[in-house]
């Protein structure tokens, strides 16, 4: 194999318009498998690399230590819950990669955008993008150069109040969050934005969690976890649905080894078998580390077919029947009378449902679903916990009822040791949906914005993500703003993304690295460079450090300072920003409709954070106190009602789902056409990346190194379409009119995968989920069920 013209792949093939990563990332990976576990002295190794890759090793490991300690900052590398306040810094591979991709000596400044035009930087791939380290200053795009040159930060606001007042309606604008955003920048951004009179917010949740929050909120009224960290101490039994806690939330390992080792049984469902959820060698663990001894994770490990796992969990639930019948398992009858309904009725739909259609819509045979039934019925306290390999299904909210359905049988909702555990995905963004980005805001909210500053608020939903996309292409929204995030390369269908992209008449991106949001854009586009959660952020007068709060996936609110001296002088925190464009924009807007702009002192709350958190405290249920209760040790816990068995449904109690299953998946349309090349592909992540952050090439746990153009696929669909391990494909997809789109240039990995299913890593992949294949009920696009075909690639010689 030899490298190519990469500016050749960018236009040829049907349906391509993003670049491939630069020839030498196009280069054979090394596969083999990785006989480690999860962790151990790989992840120390691994993460030696990336602090020297970052070029500021001292500086890095110093801010590496203080992540997740009570005067440290909350590591920006998931929403998995901190241990207790004494524990030492918990090691965390991928944390300490998120920390050292973002102290990294690098600078993007104005030379280097004087040096490289735009169109040249759009033949970059996400990695050299990123790898040129931090922005530096706030830049404007001359179109007439072709290129971004600086312009100072008030003209900038006042650059985007002048669009903002000239729309004819606040709905023509969209304002994107990624959930990296702290509560504080949170609350002003949405404050801000309704205020100028819209609920415009697309979220990265869309693409992500919106189905847990939606089918938790029917079944048992909270849109939340049920659980604490605690709880993980007092399980029988956690059953870990579709996800890859090794990469993806690595210090939930640490908990799980525990549960394991006192003898709790883990049950993972995930068509993969992950590294992470089989052995894990906790680097913080000195016996393991010197022995080379590793903790087994999950008991059982099942690995159903991508989408099958409302089947799965419906099987569990109708062998848990047959063994109430031979009395060998008995309902929570007490909790189920005092706190349920619809167990009936759900009863009814399993009994109509055939083992032969669980077993083929799940991919897993009855004896597999009984076995995981005989554990849940012998475990007196059960978990279960769930990611995206549940939620970015078509059926994502059925799965999710399903699953609950399972647990209330047992009584496991509002019972220590036990419950339902969304495991979030970006560090905040569970709390920014709290703080009220939300396109669909509850009448409570809105009410008491209004109340609080007497001026009326909008009760139109908004757009979400997927939405927002059409109203851009619809030519129904022109001005795009974005709090963080990679809007361009984390939504579906790259092609009618970036054409949509190019309609906006301003495009403004909050961020912290360059990429390619930042690139495909239309007639005007601004990049605001903000700091870091690593970085000391001072404001007021006299300069005194703040702090803002997150709120991870237990509820749990707590306060993060940074540590680190900001990468430029110029850079503002996102609070501020916020602060920047609301006030130049309601000084325009505001007066026109009669209200005072002065309704809201921002730079007051800028020059003293507490002044934010004051305001959250006045509208945010479960705030009061905030300040004082913040600068805790662990922060505090938010409420939950179901938690405490208290149902704020429709009905008072937990409500039983009984919805039907989906007549066939993904998998099951197109087993038929499975000779014609059709397999099912999931988007996933690699070990090497945070979403559309690419940090490295390899995989580990996943034995690939060197390329991120793999598609894993099952031997025998291998042999079938006449293909072989080592081979290059590209994937061809249908968007929702037929029309192709293709990714190319995968290598073939033969690997343990149902067959009918394959795996590659998203972002490469965005280009063939379909913009229109999104769950009705939550917007959120299938990323783990798209339609492909493999076809022999003539772009590798
Ligand atoms: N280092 C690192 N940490 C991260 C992120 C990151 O990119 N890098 N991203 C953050 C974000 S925003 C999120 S949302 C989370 C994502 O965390 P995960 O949900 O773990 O992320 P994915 O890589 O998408 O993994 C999906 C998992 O589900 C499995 N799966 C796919 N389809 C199915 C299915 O139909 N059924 C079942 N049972 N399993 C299935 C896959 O094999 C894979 O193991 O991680 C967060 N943390
Ligand atoms: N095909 C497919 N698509 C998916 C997914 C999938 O599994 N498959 N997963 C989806 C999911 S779960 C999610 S959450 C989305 C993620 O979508 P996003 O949240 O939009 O994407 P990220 O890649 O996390 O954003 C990376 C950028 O954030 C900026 N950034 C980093 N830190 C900060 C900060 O502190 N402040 C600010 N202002 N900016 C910062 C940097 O400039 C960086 O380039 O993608 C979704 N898209
Ligand atoms: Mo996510």
Same mark, same amino acid.
């Not at 959930?179 to 415009?200: D, I, K, M």
């Not at 001894?293 to 099942?302: E, G, H, L, V």
């Not at 807007?589 to 507490?610: C, F, H, K, N, T």
């Not at 929702?736 to 590659?760: E, K």
């Given at each position: ?12 093939? +049907? #349906?391509?318009?993003?670049? !491939?990563?630069?020839?030498? =990332?196009?280069? @054979?990976? /090394?596969? %083999? &498998?990785?006989? $480690?576990? +999860? #962790?151990?002295?790989?992840? !120390?190794?691994?993460?030696? =690399?990336?602090? @020297?890759? /970052?070029? %500021? &090793?001292?500086? $890095? ?737």
């Amino acid at each position: 194999m030899s490298s190519r013209d990469p500016s050749a792949d960018t236009s040829d093939a +049907a #349906g391509v318009d993003v670049p !491939l990563a630069d020839p030498e =990332r196009t280069r @054979a990976p /090394s596969v %083999a &498998p990785y006989a $480690g576990p +999860a #962790g151990g002295w790989g992840a !120390l190794h691994s993460v030696g =690399r990336h602090v @020297a890759h /970052s070029r %500021a &090793p001292l500086k $890095g490991v110093r801010s590496l230590l203080a992540t997740n300690q009570p005067h440290g900052f909350d590591c920006p590398g998931c929403a998995w819950g901190d241990a207790s306040a004494d524990s030492s810094f918990a090691f965390c591979e991928n944390g300490a990669k998120a920390v050292a991709w973002e102290v990294t000596a690098k600078r993007v400044t104005r030379d280097f955008f004087a040096r490289h035009s735009v169109s040249e930087l759009l033949t970059w791939d996400d990695y050299r993008l990123e790898d040129q380290g931090r922005l530096t200053e706030p830049m404007r795009y001359d179109a007439t150069r072709d290129r971004y040159v600086p312009i100072g930060w008030d003209d900038a606001f006042a650059l985007i109040a002048e669009h903002l007042a000239a729309l004819d309606d606040p709905n023509r604008a969209l304002f994107y969050t990624s959930g990296r955003a702290s509560n504080e920048a949170a609350y002003l951004y949405q404050l801000f934005v309704r205020l100028y009179g819209t609920n415009n917010f697309p979220d990265c949740s869309n693409m992500c969690h919106e189905a847990s929050g939606v089918g938790m909120q029917v079944s048992l009224g909270v849109s939340k976890g049920t659980v604490r960290l605690e709880d993980f101490e007092q399980a029988d039994a956690i059953f870990v649905f579709g996800q890859n806690p090794g990469t993806n939330h690595p210090r939930m390992l640490g908990d799980l080894a525990h549960a394991a080792k006192r003898g709790a049984a883990i049950v993972t469902f995930n068509p993969l078998k992950e590294r992470g959820l089989e052995r894990f060698a906790d680097p913080q663990d000195k016996r393991e580390m010197l022995t080379g001894a590793s903790q087994p994770i999950s008991s059982r490990y099942f690995q159903p077919k991508m989408g099958g796992d409302m089947a799965a969990v419906r099987g569990i639930s109708k062998a848990l029947f047959a063994l109430e019948t031979a009395g060998r398992f008995t309902p929570d009858r007490e909790f189920i009378a005092a706190y349920t309904q619809g167990l009936e009725a759900w009863r009814t739909a399993i009994d109509a449902t055939s083992w032969e259609s669980l077993e083929a819509q799940s991919g897993l045979t009855r004896a597999d679903m009984e076995a995981a039934a005989e554990v849940y019925a012998g475990a007196e306290r059960v978990i279960a916990t769930w990611a995206m390999g549940i939620t970015q299904h078509l059926h994502a909210v059925g799965s999710v009822r399903e699953i609950v359905n399972l647990l209330l049988l047992g009584g496991h909702i509002g019972r220590p040791g036990a419950g339902a555990c969304p495991v979030r995905g970006h560090s905040n963004v569970q709390g920014d949906r709290t703080m009220g980005i939300d396109e669909r805001a509850p009448a409570w909210l809105i009410d008491a914005l209004e109340s609080r500053y007497g001026v009326p608020m909008p009760r139109q939903p908004g757009h979400n993500t997927v939405n927002a996309l059409h109203a851009l292409e619809a030519g129904q929204a022109e001005v795009f703003i974005a709090l963080g995030g990679n809007f361009t390369r984390a939504t579906p269908d790259s092609l009618r993304t970036e054409a949509a992209m190019r309609r906006t008449r301003l495009n403004v991106q909050i961020s912290t690295k360059l990429n390619r949001s930042h690139l495909v854009i239309g007639e005007d586009a601004l990049i605001l460079p903000c700091l870091g959660r690593s970085e000391i952020d001072r404001q007021g007068p006299q300069a005194l450090p703040q702090a803002i709060s997150v709120e991870d996936s237990m509820s749990m609110v707590h306060g993060s300072a940074g540590r680190v001296e900001p990468a430029s002088a110029h850079l503002r925190s996102e609070p501020a920003i916020v602060a920047g464009i609301a006030e130049a924009t309601l000084a325009r807007v505001l007066p026109s409709r009669g209200i005072d702009p002065g309704v809201v002192d921002w730079q007051a709350m800028i020059a003293d954070y507490d002044r934010i958190r004051d305001e959250i405290a006045a509208v945010i249920p479960g705030f009061d106190d905030f300040n004082a209760r913040l600068h805790r040790p662990r922060g505090f816990w938010l409420a939950n009602a179901a938690s405490e068995r208290r149902f704020a449904t429709l009905s008072g109690r937990a409500e039983f789902a009984a919805e039907p299953l989906p007549e066939a998946v993904l998998h099951q349309q197109l087993a038929a056409r499975r000779d014609d090349g059709w397999l099912t592909l999931q988007s996933l992540r690699s070990h090497d990346q945070y979403n559309t952050t690419v940090y490295g090439y390899d995989d580990r746990y996943r034995g690939v190194k060197g390329q991120r153009r793999v598609l894993f696929v099952n031997p025998q669909d291998l042999a079938r379409l006449g293909l072989a391990d080592g081979e290059w494909v590209d994937l061809v997809g249908l968007d929702h009119q037929g029309t192709p789109r293709r990714a190319p240039a995968f290598r073939l990995v033969s690997y343990d995968i149902p067959a009918g299913c394959c795996a590659a890593y998203y972002p490469e992949t965005n280009a063939l989920v379909p913009l229109e294949s999104a769950g009705a009920d939550t917007g959120t696009p299938s990323s783990k069920a798209v339609a492909v075909r493999l076809e022999r690639s003539t772009r590798i010689v």
